[in-house]
């Protein structure tokens, strides 16, 4: 059984595996940027069907916002985990395996209607794009969080400019 504690808004992510957390760690890294909470630990669909089942229960009724689900090959995390919660799920496919990734985005992207998995990219910028997107969707209702992202834009915009400065040739 998993700890269960105070309710508080955070977002929780899952890899399926181990050998996920060395791209997941950019998107735990992200959110630490941003000063949020969130879970992570590994359960696998295939693997810890129980565990799994049982996780998004107790991170539902501690306060979980959107659950972020790693997974490479056949990537049925995101799908089970979007079977049991109504909370957003966002997927990030995990590269790796005969067919380098493609057999896992497939997989995480082809949900059958009214069963959403907000599929991000494949690899680090996908582990990252899952943060902001559930950054985004907290921000919804937390003011301070939407001044931060908004700021981080800027910032983003300005480095693409001092970027450029850098190698820029102009006629
Ligand atoms: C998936 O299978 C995991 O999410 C991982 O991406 C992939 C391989 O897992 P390991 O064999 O490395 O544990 O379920």
New binding site residues.
Partial sequence: MLKQGKKMNFISII???K??YEIMKHCADTLEKFNVKYELIIS?A?RSPSRTKEYIKAAEEKGAVTFIA????AAHLAGALAASTTKPVIGVP?K?GAMDGMDAMLSTVQMPAGMPVGTVALGRSGAVNAAYLSMQILAIFDKELAIKLAEDRIVQAKKVETDSAEIEVII
């Fill in positions: 890899m399926g595996s050998s996920d696998s295939h790693a997974a490479g090959m995990m790796g």
